[in-house]
DNA sequence: CGGTTTTTGTTCTCGATGTGAACATAACAG
DNA sequence: CTGTTATGTTCACATCGAGAACAAAAACCG
């Protein structure tokens, strides 16, 4: 730690700051903000600022006082790229510091590694020297940061370092569900929340612990698959290899498994929302299903928090509409799988508020820690040295 | 950040690797090991032997050079008391910086808050002003830091504030399980590893989470009660208020069920070592108790290592017998329990190596924190101003 | 409309910090 | 005894943030 580090430093918390707050602030907020007098927080900014990492544009009056600047992304300042790569789509975007996404393009895939090609070709066509990094979230465990899984792809093992050249431009990657709780964590439902956990339910249940923000990642980086513990008692086997899994109570699969379809990705998706439709609608056995469903996630929801106790459960994918159609079932199943004692502060079980967006927004957030990141800053702030 | 706050941080960093050090190590390294010139570390060190936190002794030549000096811990240093209060016994002791332990007293007790009181005339007895924070371990979950509930002590929900008054010393509390698991990351089979687990197998399983040698506490410090997750169908209700924890099926309680007794505190644990025994010395009873207590271990284990991922899970209490009995039934069903693609690289299953001193050491551990506090040590280095 | 108040920007001095280079010191090796 | 090696020590230096004093620009008030 020298003395420059100690700028370094002040200047990621100032940039920071900016990224996370949720409307921009003015230059003598910021001071007050990072504790630092008016002096130095001109010095940082006017240095950020000949970095392109910042920009300052006259404050609107909002009292007494003399005017002010308020603190927004340079224009010309450095971009992440987001993409979201999904079963058989994938959308790119382009995200500022502060979080605002610009959809680039998207497009279908054909399920075969070739896409990451398309995907690279796409990013090529709106490159400039602004992109800095690109975030990447896939389905799919990634262990060790490379070895990619997606079972529904039928990608066992496949190497990331294959598909992601050497032509690529900085790139970091991450599997949808944990960033989609990042998201969440971040911009969303979760945001403030020191100990939390999201979960992503499609077919499968995904999701992650957040502490302080910030997405634990495991030994191996494949820490989240929730939907693999036996918490509901089911007697079946799981495609994961495992007998009793979660998600066997819990999902798409579940919610269509008692009308004779068989468990998969595909049409089973759309069967499960009409299931939820049905439902909705009155009807007894989708009634049935749904309830089912929503009992075994609160059971589940309860386990888990006996064992991390979340301040706030925040669920996207079908636990949105579980929630909103069946938050008593969850919460009752939930309370009866909590400790006696913790009963009379359950958990808050929230719906995700960033939604379909969240492995997008996730993804953003991952490539503008590695923008954000002390050397990378100051990389930029002292080209030659 | 201010000037100041980067000398304290260098100080803290020196001190805590003094702290954390396997085995003394000398000045010239320390400065190689902190990446600052050998003039910054004779400027840090100075002062910390000014401030009684840090004290040279002339190392031994080991070669050609310059003779230097050993950073140990002053003798006129802080130290932090540590307090293992348990079933019927508490023991204190003194511990200084580098975790060296000196056990000064120990003591049975009534089982009311009045052993409180025993252990504060006792903390009185060694008292003196070299005393800078006392670290207690205690079972049972602490909500909130204050609101302790110890349920085979009848303590239902006992306010802490109330039993360590104002005239203790400045105390940090934690619970027993929690403080074995921080002890193995810090000074135990754990060591080194960025994401671990720890449980203590008891009557009951509790345990943590351990990210970066810190243990996970939760929204209200009340995390680690996994064994309370129902990993293992048990059909039993549980003392908590919950059906099916995986505590029903592992540890003390279920190696004595099948031999008539009740479940409960005292002899059985006495009992559960007999059972422990008999299935050593060939008993076939015993052996299938055993057997399905390991089994049991092994399935929850590998439930958990599928939702955290962590490198290494390391078992005290009955724990460390069952892997010394029964590794391969623990490993098989572990294995049995992960996801298949995960088998090729399965946590390390470790029996602790700090032992029955787990809870002592990691109060000791957490009353360290507490001194390395930056403020703290400021304080201490600044006196006046 | 002009003076006052309030808030922020700007400038300058100052103490503190770590760096790097040069030199001094104390052991060992031959 | 002399050269080598590793470490301690000293000093000039650049950088950083703090703090105070002052300037600037708006709103408020009578």
């Known amino acids: 730690m020298t003395s420059a580090d100690l700028r370094t430093r002040n200047q990621v918390r100032l940039l920071r700051a900016v990224h996370d707050a949720a409307a921009p602030f003015t230059r003598a907020e910021a001071a007050r903000l990072l504790g630092i007098g008016r002096n130095t927080a001109a010095a940082l900014v006017g240095e950020l600022e000949a970095a392109r990492l910042l920009h300052e544009v006259p404050a609107e009056a909002g009292g007494?006082?003399?005017?002010?600047?308020?603190?927004?992304?340079?224009?010309?300042?450095?971009?992440?790229?987001?993409?979201?790569?999904?079963?058989?789509?994938?959308?790119?975007?382009?995200?500022?510091?502060?979080?605002?996404?610009?959809?680039?393009?998207?497009?279908?895939?054909?399920?075969?590694?070739?896409?990451?090609?398309?995907?690279?070709?796409?990013?090529?066509?709106?490159?400039?020297?602004?992109?800095?990094?690109?975030?990447?979230?896939?389905?799919?465990?990634?262990?060790?940061?490379?070895?990619?899984?997606?079972?529904?792809?039928?990608?066992?093992?496949?190497?990331?370092?294959?598909?992601?050249?050497?032509?690529?431009?900085?790139?970091?990657?991450?599997?949808?569900?944990?960033?989609?709780?990042?998201?969440?964590?971040?911009?969303?439902?979760?945001?403030?929340?020191?100990?939390?956990?999201?979960?992503?339910?499609?077919?499968?249940?995904?999701?992650?612990?957040?502490?302080?923000?910030?997405?634990?990642?495991?030994?191996?980086?494949?820490?989240?698959?929730?939907?693999?513990?036996?918490?509901?008692?089911?007697?079946?086997?799981?495609m994961c290899g495992v007998r009793g899994c979660w998600s066997l109570d819990v999902g798409a699969n579940a919610l269509v498994r008692r009308f004779g379809t068989r468990p998969g990705y595909g049409e089973g998706r759309g069967l499960a929302r009409e299931v939820l439709r049905r439902a909705e609608d009155g009807d007894a056995e989708a009634t049935e299903a749904v309830d089912a469903n929503a009992a075994a996630l609160g059971r589940g929801l309860g386990a888990l928090a006996n064992a991390l106790d979340p301040e706030a459960i925040s669920l996207s994918g079908l636990g949105v509409d579980l929630i909103r159609l069946r938050r008593e079932v969850i919460e009752a199943h939930c309370a009866e799988g909590l400790m006696a004692f913790r009963r009379d502060e359950p958990p808050q079980i929230l719906a995700g508020t960033v939604g379909a967006a969240g492995p997008l927004t996730g993804a953003a957030e991952i490539a503008w820690d590695a923008i954000l990141d002390p050397d990378r800053v100051r990389e930029r702030l002292q080209p030659k040295r």
Chains 1, 2 share one sequence.
């Not at 399920?111 to 992109?131: G, K, Y």
């Not at 979230?137 to 190497?159: C, F, K, M, Y």
């Not at 020191?194 to 077919?203: L, P, Q, R, V």
């Open 64 to 238: 007494r006082g003399r005017p002010t600047t308020l603190l927004v992304p340079h224009p010309q300042g450095p971009l992440a790229f987001a993409v979201d790569f999904r079963e058989d789509t994938w959308t790119l975007a382009s995200v500022e510091l502060g979080g605002r996404i610009t959809e680039l393009e998207g497009g279908e895939h054909d399920r075969t590694p070739r896409a990451f090609a398309d995907i690279r070709a796409a990013v090529a066509r709106h490159e400039s020297d602004r992109l800095a990094v690109l975030g990447f979230a896939t389905s799919g465990p990634i262990r060790d940061g490379h070895r990619l899984h997606i079972s529904h792809l039928g990608w066992d093992e496949v190497d990331l370092g294959a598909l992601v050249g050497d032509d690529w431009p900085v790139t970091v990657i991450d599997n949808d569900a944990r960033l989609a709780g990042l998201a969440e964590a971040r911009r969303g439902a979760l945001r403030g929340k020191g100990t939390a956990m999201h979960f992503h339910i499609d077919f499968d249940i995904g999701g992650t612990l957040l502490l302080g923000g910030d997405a634990q990642r495991g030994a191996h980086n494949v820490a989240g698959e929730f939907g693999h513990m036996p918490l509901t008692g089911s007697p079946l086997e799981c």
